[in-house]
């Protein structure tokens, strides 16, 4: 049987925690972020106040000029670890793989637990019950046959969302879809999409090999099959992909790219010293952290395996390119996993 990917999300996390501790709040604009007087940022707004245009990212005064009545309340980050802890005790609980991608949000391989697609349909409003009688929190799910389908899957309905691409129709589900939603395409990729004439994902998904390879290189055949619905990365628990990586918060946050460069040639050079014991790794992935706390990492497989100072600091640009918002960052890392040998002594995980 092909793989079974639900994909889950809380809505509004930060927002929605601060509105059931504080019933008041409920159905109001308010938001979680840092001080307007300060230059903080949005992190969250709940639903109500993104009706206004409120967004996470956006600095705090910006959102009180779009919202003047908006409650900005700060972060509580210890009440949203200990909801973040009872969501994956649920996921756990259900699933085979459970793998973590942020305190609200997880990828779950159900394929051992259900015999038909519909089991793991049915699994899926079961954990959404789960959720909402432990944490009385709502979460948006997606049930699909593989990671990218069923996050995309998972976006479609919020909040309080469920959507479910049958195996085989991951193609006519994205199709109608802007490309920008695909994993990796950020807006300067989408702009270069959109000269070549490609703005939605069915227009990616029709391009053949050498035409989109001419264009947009090797990237380009990545995000084309995934355009397609195919996504073969797995489902994988952390602490399973064991990595080398070095990273750095920087004294003041800063979005100097030559100073970003320098640095990234200092800790590629210093993991490849580290891969001459591990051997040659098949993925290289970067870490950054923004002002606010908000943490990304991307990462990529290329075609030939990672032995080199040089192909990490290679690939570890792309990535920045790739991913980077360009607002200044607090921290930043690269490291490799996915080695090709035996599996390596325990390595110091991000
Ligand atoms: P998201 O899941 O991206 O956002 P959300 O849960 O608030 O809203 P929804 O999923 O319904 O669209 O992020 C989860 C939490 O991470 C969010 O509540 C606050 C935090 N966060 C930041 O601190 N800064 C950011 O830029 C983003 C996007 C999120
Ligand atoms: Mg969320």
Redesign the pocket.
């Given at each position: 049987m092909a793989p079974i990917v639900i994909h889950a999300?809380?809505?509004?996390?930060?927002?929605?925690v601060e509105q059931r501790d504080r019933p008041e709040l409920r159905g109001r604009a308010i938001a979680?972020?840092g001080h307007p007087e300060r230059r903080g940022?949005?992190?969250?707004?709940s639903?109500e106040a993104r009706k206004f245009g409120v967004r996470?990212?956006m600095p705090s005064r910006r959102a009180l000029e779009l919202c003047p009545q908006l409650l900005i309340l700060p972060?509580r980050f210890d009440s949203?670890r200990a909801v973040s802890r009872a969501i994956m005790d649920v996921f756990r609980a259900h699933a085979g793989i459970v793998e973590p991608v942020?305190?609200?949000?997880a990828f779950l391989d159900v394929t051992d637990q259900v015999d038909r697609f519909q089991e793991a349909v049915d699994l899926a409003g079961t954990l959404k019950a789960e959720i909402r009688d432990t944490t009385a929190l709502t979460a948006?799910l997606g049930v699909a046959t593989n990671k990218l389908v069923a996050k995309i899957a998972s976006?479609e309905n919020?909040?309080d969302g469920l959507t479910v691409v049958n195996p085989g129709e991951e193609r006519t589900f994205l199709a109608p879809l802007p490309v920008r939603r695909i994993w990796g395409v950020g807006p300067r990729t989408e702009a270069r999409m959109r000269e070549l004439g490609i703005e939605r994902i069915g227009q990616l998904a029709d391009a053949s090999d050498n035409w989109i390879v001419q264009r947009l290189g090797l990237w380009g055949l990545q995000w084309r099959n995934l355009a397609r619905g195919e996504d073969n990365r797995p489902v994988s628990p952390p602490g399973q992909v064991q990595q080398i990586s070095r990273e750095v918060t920087f004294d003041r946050d800063t979005g100097d790219l030559s100073l970003l460069r320098e640095t990234l040639q200092d800790m590629a050079r210093d993991i490849a010293a580290a891969l001459e014991r591990a051997g040659p790794a098949r993925t290289v992935q970067i870490k950054l952290r923004?002002a606010?706390?908000?943490t990304v990492t991307r990462q990529m497989t290329p075609g030939k395996t990672v032995t080199s100072g040089g192909d990490i600091f290679e690939h570890g640009l792309a990535l920045l390119e790739r991913g980077w918002d360009r607002r200044p960052l607090r921290l930043f890392g690269v490291g490799v996993s996915n080695f090709v040998g035996e599996a390596p002594e325990q390595l110091q995980l991000f």
């Open positions: 999300d809380v809505d509004a996390f930060y927002a929605a979680v972020g940022v949005i992190m969250t707004a639903y996470s990212a972060p949203y942020s305190l609200d949000e948006s976006d919020k909040p923004y606010d706390f908000h």
